[in-house]
């Protein structure tokens, strides 16, 4: 029987919800057991992923309104400001109890804090990939990391990939060599952004449910703030700070960055303790398509031939696993008939 970080398991709200009688050809005629407490959590944690990932999706965009800052000031102001946003969420929700006791938790702290360090690392090279004409290997980043997160549920979680799913790594091993050719060096911007993330994935999977989503952000950025304040200061003395010197309108627009980091991490916290790690893995490409499209038709960078053709075998990997992800619905729907009778 899979368990719940195997990538056998169903992908839940992937299919309507009906329970459908075992056919006719079956003696006993005994109803399929209906959706229980795991299903409706995947189906809430499918809905969280898809809202997280369409938010990072269209982030580059709000990255050009944060302009003359930079990758390193634009992180630090995230950082600082998620936290006065979730501290004020804590508030609301008066749950500033579970945060604390978490913090009391020593294991979930040191888990925690290696998300931290691991998020912060993919916010600074995101940023700095959008700002610097390196929109579409940031997107391509984003590709890949379906295909880091089903790799990094092998190797550490020992999950089964299926056929298709060990196809879909061949093909996007063989894209990363293409794009490599193609970019004339690896592609470093995407493989850091696909791993650091992955990682990240890995990390607040591990913490399961002994940390619920707002608690864990807010314990992350907590132990960012202090290197992040340092930063704004630094950058305040030397005069290589906007946070105060560009207007009321720029500050808070970046003080908003903090609303806008914190939200899709609450979403992708809450799904990442619904659903198995290559499921989060596979929702992924939802980020990546918008990216994608923002980096041609907005930001207007280059795509010659080969990088096209790596793109192309990164697409044909995201489908096979697609494919795969898309009879989970019914493989599930066989094991529950199987259990009822």
């Given amino acids: 029987m899979a368990n719940e970080n195997s990538p056998s398991a169903p ?18 005629g005994t109803p399929s057991a209906p959706a229980g407490p795991e299903e409706k959590a995947s189906t809430s944690g499918l809905l969280f ?19 003359p ?53 993919n916010w600074l090279v995101f940023a700095w990939a959008v700002l610097n004409g ?54 470093w911007v ?11 994935g890995l990390v607040k999977k591990n913490v399961g449910g002994r940390v619920d989503a707002v608690s864990s952000l807010t314990i992350e950025t907590a132990v ?15 005069g290589s700070g906007t946070l105060l010197a560009e207007g009321p309108a720029h500050f808070w627009l970046l003080a908003a960055s903090g609303i806008a980091t914190a939200v899709p991490l609450v979403f992708f916290g809450a799904a990442a303790r619904r659903l198995p790690l290559s ?18 038709l907005v930001f207007n960078e280059a795509m010659p031939a080969e990088r096209w053709a790596g793109f192309g075998l990164v697409w044909l990997a995201l489908v096979l696993l697609s494919i795969d992800m898309l009879g989970s619905p019914r493989r599930a729907r066989i094991r ?6």
Wanted: aromatic share 10%; with cysteine; glycine share 8%.
């Fill in 190 to 200: 995407a493989l850091a952004l696909a791993f650091s993330f992955g990682l990240y």
């Fill in 11 to 28: 992908l839940s709200g992937a299919a309507p919800r009906t329970a459908a009688p075992v056919s006719s050809g079956t003696t006993s």
């Fill in 69 to 121: 800052a930079g990758p390193v000031e634009i992180v630090a102001a995230r950082v600082v400001f998620s936290l006065v946003f979730c501290a004020a969420l804590l508030t609301v929700m008066r749950s500033w109890r579970k945060a604390l006791t978490a913090m009391k938790d020593r294991r979930a702290l040191i888990t925690l804090t290696a998300a931290a360090l691991l998020i912060a690392v």
């Fill in 279 to 296: 499921t989060v893995g596979l929702l992924q490409y939802l980020a990546p398509i918008l990216q994608f499209t923002l980096a041609l």
């Fill in 49 to 67: 992923g898809i809202g997280a990932y369409g938010i990072w999706g269209v982030l580059p965009l709000y990255f050009l309104l944060l302009e």
């Fill in 224 to 238: 960012l703030t202090p290197i992040a304040a340092v930063v704004l200061g630094v950058l305040a003395v030397t």
């Fill in 134 to 187: 390196h929109a579409v290997e940031a997107a391509l980043g984003y590709f890949i990391n379906p295909l880091i997160s089903v790799l990094l549920g092998v190797l550490v979680l020992k999950e089964r990939l299926r056929p298709l799913q060990w196809a879909a790594m061949a093909v996007g091993f063989i894209a990363v060599l293409v794009l490599a050719f193609g970019y004339g060096t690896v592609p």
């Fill in 336 to 341: 529950r008939a199987a259990a009822a009778v």
